[in-house]
Nanobody, 111 residues
Framework: QVQLVESGGGLVQPGGSLRLSCVIT????????VDWYRQAPGKVREFVAM???????GYADSVKGRFTISRDNAKKTVYLQMNKLKPEDTAVYYC?????WGPGTQVTVSS
C-alpha cells in the first residue's frame, strides 16, 4: 500500500517561494509516477503538476514557468518548488499516486 505525506506548506507573501515535499512509502518509488493537485476553498480539486518514473514532467497552464516538480529516488521524495506565488495559489496541496492521496498541506499566499 503506497502512502504519501506532504510537508512544507505555510504562509508566504505574494511573490515569495515555498518548496513542498511528498515522502512516499510502501511502493517501489523509482517506478512511481506522482502528481500534485490543489484544492482552494469552494473549488474543485485541480491538477498542478506531474512527474513520471522517467522524469517526464507536465504542468497546469496556471503554474507553468513558476512551479517546478522534481524527484529524489534515494530519498523517496517528490518536490514542488513554487516561485512567484500569487494569492490565487492559496489552496491545500495534495500529493497523488492513483488511487492514493496524501492528507495535504496548506499553502496561503497573502500580504
Amino acid at each position: 500500500q503506497v502512502q504519501l505525506v506532504e510537508s512544507g506548506g505555510g504562509l508566504v507573501q505574494p511573490g515569495g517561494s515555498l518548496r513542498l515535499s511528498c515522502v512516499i512509502t510502501g511502493g517501489t518509488f523509482r517506478l512511481l509516477g506522482v502528481d500534485w493537485y490543489r484544492q482552494a476553498p469552494g473549488k474543485v480539486r485541480e491538477f498542478v503538476a506531474m512527474i513520471s518514473s522517467g522524469n517526464r514532467t507536465g504542468y497546469a497552464d496556471s503554474v507553468k514557468g513558476r512551479f517546478t516538480i522534481s524527484r529524489d529516488n534515494a530519498k523517496k521524495t517528490v518536490y514542488l518548488q513554487m516561485n512567484k506565488l500569487k494569492p490565487e495559489d492559496t489552496a491545500v496541496y495534495y500529493c497523488y499516486n492513483g488511487p492514493n492521496w496524501g492528507p495535504g498541506t496548506q499553502v496561503t499566499v497573502s500580504s
